[in-house]
């Protein structure tokens, strides 16, 4: 029996979201099937009120589409506060029905149009001291009938809030509202508290802080960027078995006073004294020394709800050691440059005071450095109640961190045990959907450190840094990291929700503001400003996202004209403020912008918004535009050339940057083309494979290298260890990535002070170019969403032997895995239902190949193939594929410490070699017992007697055997 199902139903991109107020929303699914080439024919959806589908609410029919994903709902108008059970069935090519899948729901929470019964609450003045800003805490006491069927509560706060009822906190969603433009957007949250609720009296409890609302922000120590007060609003709604209803609001009978969380500040930090803890959101609890709340209008813009994911705990770590520095400070070392909080344990007398102080690194000399932190104190302060084990975190403060001073934990001077300190991870609780390995283990580590940078700024909103005194959404670090980061995990609900800020926030004139939320002044530079165009076409690209496009399109739209409208001539921006090519190494001493010009930066990437901006018109069905940019693009392109480009076809600017940009917005042709893509590898050989780009230019390096016909190149720049380069960082113990190619210097010391965040995401955009042309898991961008799948692998020379890559899409898990060995190529592939993929094999030839042991022509699942020049092209459906040929191209591997024996012996000349470094090895039974093993696994083996420096040393060596270099060419 062959087996076809719907699965993994979604509904906006949310397994059973609870609380959504899309009126349309878009339901997606995943087709499993164990047979290849399967294609959806048809499809059914249900809809209901009842999980048990009696009665149903909309009912599609069967519907014969390829369509599985973003199916809109279309039935009857949908009613608040109600959970919609749905089921789909699908019908495929083979003529096979599945069966329902399992039911998934959503339930609405409240339209735009809801008239809401909360008031905004806020304490009295004189209950706060309105100069320390303390988390004050707010609470109701409530009664409730028997036969509670359903309780919700929806509701937000000015500030960053967590509820409590009956003395337990609701949820685990940390720094809710969320950060978005409070004064034009903010979002409201569902929370499902039936099971905390009783008959007979309640009570609910609010504490509330500053946040990003109103506490410290931006490295100009602003205050009160929204508003100078906090407040909440929220309602309960219990519903009863027979169908009546409670509802709890927050409103002028409310009590507030101050609570434990006696200072907090998103970049501070936080000072709690739990001998001011007191339960004050337990029924019995005596509020009679409160006072009352009064009711405030606040300034606040559209109520929406949640529409990006929670952010949560997502991991917890334990700290590898603690030591004491050369300066006697006691510092635990968490092993990994996080971002969240340290919780820790306690036994202590009343009164104690334990302060933990954050900071990423340590300097040359050992000793914790506070210096890259700027204003932010990073600094938590808990004052112990005395009673038990008590155990903290901080409530409404983030730290980036790895290493942590202590100061105050009871004996600490007798050694602090580790077990009782761990580090929670923080984030958006984003799925996480890519991964990659190859041969070089160092690259490896990269790749993680470019996961821990996108987990440490994806914070409710993309952020440069976690750490220093600004955290900001700045839009050209989100523009520059985009590709990888919907590779590494789901940006889906992350950026709708920061793309509808960005478009709440641009400018009447179109300018873009520098960062998003916009909370310093700024707008307009090219590179950042274009995350307008940029971030929902590659959303669009990643899933198919047409909705977002069409919303996003006016904005994308007022981009691009806004750039048009700069200075005399309409097809060239060269004029104004740019940040140019950010932190690049051929800047000029004492600046932070590379030797790029800027007004050659601002045309590219005008040229480049253009060219988007048509397409997107395409995509929807805008025809008159989709011709007017087109045209628009054509004249950029022809300006450009006559304004950087010589009549000789030499571009005005000798930088890598240059070169990249010209080449990768295709903005040269014929032989500038030719000349430019030859100049730019000479420009990478002649630096010794080191590259010079900052933010604009590294993203695109490698791309426009394996474009131009020079991926061995790009390769050799991947693989640098020396300086500057993506593993220098490595090498020097990073476990992020950092804002510097040099943050930490080859002598030890630092970058300024000033600008030193070893936490930014932005040149983790390699991470892109890993995925797609290392591994080889790419698209065909005329289907998005991976729908048409492209499988093309680019061995890189001698220097890595096997890439895998696997992404989960929205249609199911893709792979791409190849290895090459002496003498075999193999590479396996993953293509998920309802898809099919493009598979190139290089250097290959039909007779050759074989899939699953049998020759292509016998293999099923596989629609077409042709060779042409050494290269295999083949068409395929869904299913695992296992695709092998013989090495005989001359494509030759390195011996690395993870060639295995078995393939080292394959070599004539290698056994001598291994016989004068191994002799144990070299003969049987060695031979037979270790012909698995790689030459890695030699050193940990006793009997083989070799060091790793002996194993170095024979790596080297089988190296330099002759028909290497015969086979590599
Ligand atoms: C941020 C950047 C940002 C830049 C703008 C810095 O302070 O950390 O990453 O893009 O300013 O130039």
Redesign the pocket.
Known sequence: MTHLKAASLTTEYRTNPLGIDCKKPRLSWKIISDERGTLQQSYQIQVSEHPTFDTLLWNTGIIHSQESLHLPYEGPDLKERTRYFYRVKVWDNKSRESAWSETAWWETALFAEYDWKAQWITPDEEVIDRLSEPAFCLRKEFQLQNDIASARIYGTGLGLYELYVNGERVGDELFAPGWTSYHKRLQYQTYDITSQLQAGPNAFGIMLADGWYKGNMT?ENKRHIYGDRRAAFFELHVRYNDGTEDIIVTDPSWKAALGPVVYSEIYQGEKYDARLEEGFSLPDFDDSSWSLVQEQQMPVGQLIAQENWPTKVTEVIKPIAVFTTPSGETVIDMGQNMVGRIRFFVKADKGTKIILKHAEVLDKDGNIYFGNLRKADQQVEYIAKGIGLENYAPHFSFQGFRYVRVEGYPNQENGLSLEHFVGEVIHTDMEPTGEFECSNPLVNKLQENIKWGQRGNFLDVPT??PQRD?R?G?T??AQVFIQTALFNYHGGPFFTKWLRDLKAEQHPDGGVP?VIPAVVGGAN?AA?GDAATIIPWEIYKAYGDKRLLAEQYDSMKAWVEYMRRQGENEYLWIVGFN?GD?LALDAPSGS?SGATPKDFIATAFYAHSTRILRDAAKVLGKWEDAKSYGLLLENIIEAFNHEFVSKSGRLVSPTQTAHVLALIFDLVDGDVKKRTAHELNELIINNNYHLTTG?VGTPYLCFALSKAGHHETAVKLLLQEGYPSWLYSVKKGATTIW?HWDGIKEDGSFWSDD?N?FN?Y?YGAIGDWMYRKVAGLDMDEELPAYKRIRIQPAFAGIHLTYAKAAFESMYGRIQSAWSITADKIELKVEIPANTTAEIVLPFAQTANVSEGGNPLAQANGIYTYKEKDDTVTLTVGSGSYHFQYDNKNGLMVEFTKNSRLIDVLAHQSSAAILDKHAPWIAKPPGIFAMRTKTLQELAEFPEANLTKNQVDALIEELNTIEWKAELVK
């Open positions: 490295w440069d840094c600004e900001l700045w050209g670090d520098f530079a950042w940040f950010w932070y933010f804002e600008m965040s930014h932005a």
